[in-house]
C-alpha cells in the first residue's frame, strides 16, 4: 500500500533533481538596510545585504518607528477581524483619506481601497473583476500575484509577450469578450526593465479595455514625491495596485480604482472580505514614510544613482554578457543562466560576506536563473564597488566568464 504522501515525495525528488529545491536562508539577528547579522549554525555573520526591496531605508527610519511605537499603544497588536466586522480602525480610515489626497483622487473620480498585501489584492481584484464573459491580457513577466489572480478568474486568459504591444494588439483585436482587462507589472521585478505604459494605454483606449498597472516596485522610486512611473509618464490607468511592503518599508497594498469599482471589490474580492484587517500600527506607519519620501526626493533620486553605478562598475568589470541591455530601474538582474552555477555563486558570495539571493524557476524562465541584485538609499559606493570586485573574482574562479 502506498503511503498517504508517497506522490507528494516524488514531486519533491524531481524538485530536488532539478535543483530547484528551495530553502529559507540563515535568519536575521540585526538589520540595517545595507547590512545586518545572520545566524549561521549558531554563529553571527555580518553581511552586506544586496537583494532586498527595502529600497530607502524605511524600515528603519526612525520618525516611522515613533509612529509605529506610538500607535501600537494606541490601539492594539491586531485588528481582530475584517474589516467588514469589526477590523476597521481609525488608522485604516485615516490612511485612505491621506491616498485620496496624495493622489488627487476626488477629482478624478476614484477611490482607495486596502489590502492586506500585493498578492492578497491581485489575487482577490483580478478573480472579482473578470468573469467567465471577461478576458485578460497579461504581460508574460508578470508577478506570480498576478498570474495566480488569471487562474482564479472565469475568464479567457491571453498572454502577450514581454513589453511587446503590437502582440497585445493583434490580441485585443480578436476578442469579442464583454470586458477586456489588460495588466502589467509597471516595473518588472525580475528583470529590471520598465512597461510601454503610454503605448499600452492608448491601446487599451482604441479597443475598450481596462488599463489595471501594479506599481509594486515603481511606488516611491519613480514620479513626483514617488507616486510611481504611471504617474512619471503622464499615464492615468483605470485601476492602480501599489505595496506598503517595498520601498514604504511596511507591509499591505491598496488600490486606486474609479469608485464604484471600489464599491464592487468591497463586496466580491474575496481577498479583502475574508481575512482580517491589517494590524493599525501598519498604516499609521505606511503613511508616515509616504509622507517623509514624498518630501525626499534626493532620497529617491540616490536608490537609482546607485543601481546607475552597480551597473558601470559591472561592465567596467568586462562582465556584460550577464547583464540585459534594457535595465532603467533599480533592479538589476545579473542572468548566469545555469541553476547550479548561480546557486553556487550566491553560495560563495555569502562566504565573503554578500548576501544576494540565485532567482531559479519557476521565478525566472528555465536558462535564465540570475542574482536578483538591488541596492538601496543606504549602500555607499565603496559597498557596491567591493560587491562587484568579489562578484567577477567568483567568475573567474568558476570559469563562468
Known amino acids: ?107 478624478k473620480g476614484k477611490d482607495v481601497l486596502i489590502f492586506n498585501s500585493g498578492w492578497c489584492a491581485n489575487v482577490g481584484i483580478i478573480s472579482a473583476l473578470c468573469d467567465h464573459e471577461g478576458e485578460i491580457f497579461s504581460d508574460e513577466l508578470n508577478h506570480a500575484s498576478i498570474i495566480d489572480g488569471c487562474r482564479l478568474s472565469k475568464g479567457k486568459v491571453n498572454v502577450f509577450r514581454h513589453r511587446d504591444v503590437n502582440h497585445l494588439e493583434d490580441l485585443l483585436k480578436k476578442s469579442q469578450a464583454k470586458f477586456k482587462l489588460v495588466i502589467t507589472d509597471t516595473v518588472f521585478s525580475m528583470d529590471g526593465d520598465v512597461a510601454p505604459l503610454k503605448e499600452i494605454s492608448f491601446l487599451c483606449e482604441k479597443y475598450g479595455a481596462v488599463l489595471y498597472v501594479d506599481e509594486a516596485h515603481a511606488f516611491g522610486i519613480f514620479g513626483d514625491g514617488g507616486r510611481g512611473l504611471s504617474y512619471e509618464l503622464g499615464v492615468e490607468p483605470d485601476i492602480a495596485l501599489f505595496t506598503l511592503s517595498k520601498a514604504v518599508g511596511a507591509f499591505g497594498a491598496f488600490v486606486i480604482a474609479p469608485k464604484d469599482i471600489i464599491k464592487f471589490l468591497i463586496s466580491r474580492a474575496r481577498s479583502f472580505i475574508f481575512s482580517t484587517a491589517l494590524p493599525p500600527f501598519i498604516l499609521s506607519a505606511a503613511k508616515r514614510s509616504i509622507q517623509i519620501f514624498s518630501q525626499n526626493h534626493s532620497l529617491r533620486q540616490k536608490v537609482l544613482e546607485n543601481a546607475f553605478f552597480l551597473r558601470d562598475e559591472i561592465r567596467g568589470h568586462n562582465l556584460y554578457q550577464f547583464l540585459p541591455s534594457n535595465i532603467t530601474a533599480q533592479i538589476t538582474p545579473f542572468i548566469v543562466g545555469n541553476e547550479v552555477n548561480t546557486m553556487r555563486v550566491s553560495s560563495l558570495l555569502f562566504e565573503r560576506g554578500f548576501f544576494v539571493q540565485g532567482i531559479r524557476p519557476p521565478s525566472v524562465p528555465r536558462g535564465t536563473s540570475r542574482l536578483r541584485i538591488t541596492v538601496t538609499a543606504k549602500h555607499t559606493r565603496a559597498e557596491i564597488s567591493e560587491f562587484v570586485k568579489n562578484l567577477k573574482d567568483i567568475i573567474l574562479d568558476l570559469n563562468l566568464f
Not at 8 to 18: G, P, T
Not at 20 to 43: A, E, M, N
Not at 72 to 82: D, E, I, P
Open 1 to 107: 500500500m502506498l503511503g498517504k504522501f508517497d506522490y507528494i515525495f516524488q514531486k519533491l525528488d524531481d524538485i530536488k533533481e532539478q535543483n530547484l529545491l528551495r530553502k529559507i536562508p540563515f535568519p536575521f539577528v540585526s538589520y540595517d538596510v545595507s547590512h545586518g547579522t545572520v545566524l549561521v549554525d549558531g554563529k553571527e555573520k555580518d553581511v552586506f545585504i544586496f537583494c532586498s526591496n527595502d529600497y530607502l531605508g524605511m524600515t528603519k527610519n526612525e520618525e516611522v518607528l515613533e509612529e509605529l511605537e506610538k500607535e501600537v499603544k494606541n490601539f492594539s497588536s491586531g485588528s481582530g477581524a475584517s474589516r467588514l466586522v469589526c477590523g476597521n480602525f481609525l488608522p485604516h480610515i485615516e490612511f485612505e483619506d491621506f491616498i485620496r489626497e496624495f493622489f488627487g483622487l476626488e477629482k
